[in-house]
């Protein structure tokens, strides 16, 4: 598919140390891809005193420091690599499977789910398992993936009172979206099954498994295979 011309990216500057490019505000993949092509541009650019590059949904927010030499150049670079024609094909994702377990105390919401699907609990855990999700952004804490888009039967919104502890590796959804808790933080998204894979480890090699651009499926797994092959040390 050819390049959207229509996705016109906007630069404002965010204080004096950074600088927000903006596309159009929706939820779409290639809004995104469009997104993260900005800022591998960003990152290849060798940007004076650059300190950081955030990819969301449908912004790159760049980070830059104000006193570096040539910083003055910083905001017509991102004018000239906003306004250029994207890249043919975009920048391809890896495909990742994760797998979850979603009995018994690993899916607790998975009944309030079903409630709003208005089917039973089984069906929704096949709805979950039946897509593709791309990976939008990772955030909230390191590690965090957004992913969409979740079968909209299922996409309940954000529980109305968020839990103060949310388990290392659960696996949620909200308002159209799924994700895995890497770490336990508090959350407000439906827990509906636990993964054995570690989303974030600061002592492997590539400490993120997801990034912007990745696909993402789920595969069933019992109880006694997540705990054989659990990464979590209070599995």
Partial sequence: MPPD???????????????LIELPERIDAEVNARAIELAARVEAARI????????????VMIYADPLADDAGRVPRMLEEMARARPAGGGIAGHLVELPVCYDGAFGPDLPDVAAFARCGVE?????????????FMVGFVPG???????????AAPR?????LRVPAGAVA????QTGVYPSE????????????????????????????????????????E??????????
């Avoid at 011309?5 to 600088?19: E, K, T």
């Avoid at 300190?51 to 969301?56: A, K, P, Q």
């Avoid at 965090?144 to 039967?153: C, E, K, L, T």
């Avoid at 997540?226 to 599995?235: L, V, Y």
């Fill in 5 to 19: 011309d229509s996705i016109d990216p906007r630069v404002v500057a965010a204080g004096d140390s950074a600088w």
């Fill in 48 to 59: 004076p005193g650059l300190t950081d590059i955030v990819v969301g949904y449908r912004t």
């Fill in 123 to 135: 069906e929704v855990i096949a709805r979950h398992l039946a897509r593709e999700y791309r990976v």
């Fill in 144 to 154: 965090f993936a957004y992913m969409a888009a979740v079968d909209p039967s299922i």
């Fill in 159 to 163: 529980r109305a009172t968020p839990r």
């Fill in 173 to 176: 959804t909200a308002a159209g």
């Fill in 185 to 224: 933080t508090p959350g407000g998204w439906h827990i509906i099954g636990r993964t054995p894979v570690k989303p974030y480890d600061p002592a492997r090699a590539e400490p993120f498994l997801l990034r912007p651009g990745d696909r993402v499926r789920f595969r069933r797994i019992s109880e006694g």
């Fill in 226 to 235: 997540f705990h054989r092959t659990s990464a979590w040390s209070a599995a």
